[in-house]
């Protein structure tokens, strides 16, 4: 279990850090320049309510804080801490970054995507099994 507990704390990490920087870059250049994300920017603009979200990369770096940065942040502070929600806090992160993949391979299919929904998988499975209370050791 302590595997999956640091597992938990890496993949919290940097992808609270990661949603946080790129949400930020998304913000001060919406079209996507620093991120070198401008290739995209006629894929985005295909995808449903095209016309209100997506017509720049700012709604994407709002999602990108708001389902990335801020959860996975704060999941790590919780596993830092010990709180006693941590793995509560870390299964809603891999929820989110399952569904934040789910939606990119549904519309834009790409390795990456592929990578992070793995990753998503196996934090929700180690979150779950951190959640369950350990087994008496005099039984």
Partial sequence: MRVARIFLIVVSVVNGLLGI????LLFVQPDGRFLQAGAL???????????????????I???MLLVLGIPNTI????LLRRSKKQYLATLGAAVLLVLWCSFELLYMFNGAAVGYF???VISFACSVALMKPAAPADA
Avoid: H, N
């Avoid at 016309?51 to 709604?59: A, E, H, I, N």
């Avoid at 999941?75 to 919780?78: D, E, I, L, P, Q």
């Fill in 41 to 59: 920017l006629p894929v985005i603009k295909t995808l449903p309510l095209a016309s209100v979200f997506f017509q720049d990369f700012r709604w």
């Fill in 75 to 78: 999941a790590a502070v919780m």
């Fill in 118 to 120: 793995v990753v998503g």
């Fill in 61 to 63: 770096g709002v999602a």
């Fill in 21 to 24: 920087v790129c949400a930020v």
